[in-house]
């Protein structure tokens, strides 16, 4: 019975390399799995809560308590997000290559509470805020000082700093607790992302109704005071769930690695590349399974880089890269024009915390005797988006399977696809709303006065619920196709994709806004965006919208016929199958054995 049991402990451990905080191998008995992942999820819900309760209404909080215009207002709301979204960048650096995924995300927690103290700080004391004003002119309101406008951003920018080393490793954290060398764990691990997303979207939720309520009705004090606390509340748990994690070492510079390969390329550009691609430098496949890494094999696509893994007699790392090297610079590289075409999507999620919500002030957000906060038309989107991923997974996938035989139901990309194309009837549908808006505004005469419209908020509930669908679609397949098709070693940096994404999309919308505002007004003309919506166009401003992402969907299908996925889908299940198939035939036949 002896041999059995000692069988039993060695595969207990984990085979992709992961490690206790100490550097010790751990069992996956003992960490890792869902019980390690139920702590990041929640984690999850509270920091979104606190996040998305400084972020949805933030728009709101600058041109009613900072007195700022709706250009003005909405370029600092979405060159904040930008920067939120482009941090993590800087925080996959720093934990693929020095301090890892725990200990960056641990650093970065504590940023980030601090930006939200002081944050909390600003909108309480009366001294760091102007006088109330409650004039429809924003123009006659008194501005806020430099000093006032100096602590508020400098609490913004501290939280971006932060969420920018918590935002790339949370979500990865998560995905080390699966060990991709176990079919059961492997398989498990695929559902990692929706539960991850319902997460989300949860505290997205809450922040989107509960939070903008207190904002609106109660105080920015305690408005801004309980995601604080909801932050501190969100580490506390991650803390709790320590014991139970398992870390991946960090691997260097993923930077590096790609600048290095690219570097000896080009260095060796005149060398020919062998046929036999047996011939290009390559470490033992021992030197990979010692260190629980995966070796890759050499592909034809981006073949000029297949240069710097010639030998030439040289060993300098900037001279001579492995093939595995060579192949994961590839990764990043064939992502890059999937990145871009990403970015006109996130430019439309933008328009949801800014314009978006402006709209909703203009119309009646009486329901009774009850006013509801135009912010928390926000919670539509989550709404929509939350039902939207159950509907998706539990229905058409499986009458997709039907017909494409993938697991997935249709490939990531493909699910992109129609993402985009649900973004594009976002902005045809806005585009419409706003053109009934503006008529009513003049059947009602309050063009000029730009008081508010005697007419429902909820007019503006399609495309709230239309943008949520959308996300469904693109938002999960994004964070997902990312992380799925970047290197094993550079999952962080594969993650941070996704937020660029983002982030860029808000750096566009800012330098939109700005340029067909100023573009709009000269020679005399009225201009689409103003401080008074009722007399701006923005209708003419959403059909603008709409024509970019049908310009940005034809290119769309133009970068998806060249791109080349990692590994097929289909096969890659079709053999996890197999595995698991395997293993669940071993009991049985130790069993038969036993007996």
Known sequence: MAPPVQEEGIDDYTQDGTVDLKGNPVRRSQRGGWR??????????????????????????????????????????????????????????????????????????????AGMSLLTLSVSLPSLRPPAC??????????????????????????????????????????????????????????????????????????????VYVQDNVGWSLGYGLPTVGLLISISIFLAGTRFYRHKVPAGSPFTRMARVIMAAFR?????????????????????????????DSTPTLRFLNKASVKTGSTD??????????????????????????FIPSTMMAQVNTLFIKQGTTLDTKIGNFSIPPACLTAFVTLSMLVSIVLYDRYFVRIMQKFTKNPRGITLLQRMGIGMIIHILVMVTSSLVDRYRLSEAEKHGVVESGSRIPVTIFILLPQFVLMGVADAFLEVAKLEFFYDQAPESMKSLG??????????????????????????????????????????RLDYYYAFFAILNFLNFL???????????KAEVSDSMEVLAKELKVMRLKPAKQEDIGT
């Not at 660029?500 to 566009?508: A, D, E, K, R």
């Not at 700005?514 to 020679?523: A, E, Q």
Request: proline letters at 3%.
């Open 555 to 565: 290119f769309f299908l133009v970068v998806i016929k060249f791109y080349v996925y």
């Open 495 to 536: 993650t941070s994709y996704s937020t660029t994404s983002l982030g860029i999309g808000n750096f566009i919308s800012s330098f939109l806004l700005s340029t067909v505002s100023d573009i709009t007004k000269r020679n005399g003309h009225h201009g689409w965006i103003l401080n008074n919506l009722n007399a701006s």
């Open 317 to 342: 790392p900037w001279m001579l890269c492995s093939v595995t090297e060579v192949e994961e610079t590839k990764q990043m590289l064939r992502m890059i024009p999937i990145l871009v075409v990403t």
């Open 36 to 113: 390690a992942c139920s702590f990041i999820i929640v984690y999850e819900v509270f920091e979104r809560m606190a996040y998305y309760g400084i972020s949805t209404n933030l728009i709101i909080y600058m041109t009613k308590k900072l007195h700022q215009g709706t250009v003005k207002a909405s370029n600092n709301v979405t060159n904040w997000a930008g920067t939120i979204w482009m941090t993590p960048i800087l925080g996959a650096y720093v934990a693929d290559a020095h301090l890892g995924r725990y200990w960056t995300f641990l650093i970065s927690c504590a940023i980030y509470l």
């Open 268 to 296: 060796k550009w005149n060398v020919t590349i062998p046929s036999d691609p047996k011939e290009l430098y390559e470490l033992d496949l021992e030197v990979y399974v010692k260190n629980g890494k995966f070796r890759i």
């Open 134 to 211: 409650h004039s429809v002119d924003i123009e006659s309101c008194k501005k806020a000082s430099t000093l006032e406008l100096v602590v508020f951003f400098v609490a913004l920018y501290t939280l971006a700093v932060g969420t920018g080393g918590t935002k790339p490793n949370i979500s990865t954290i998560g995905a080390d607790q699966f060990d991709d060398f176990h079919p059961i764990e492997k398989f498990h691990k695929l559902s990692f992302f929706n539960w991850w997303q319902f997460g989300v979207f949860f505290g997205t939720l809450v922040a989107n109704t509960f939070l």
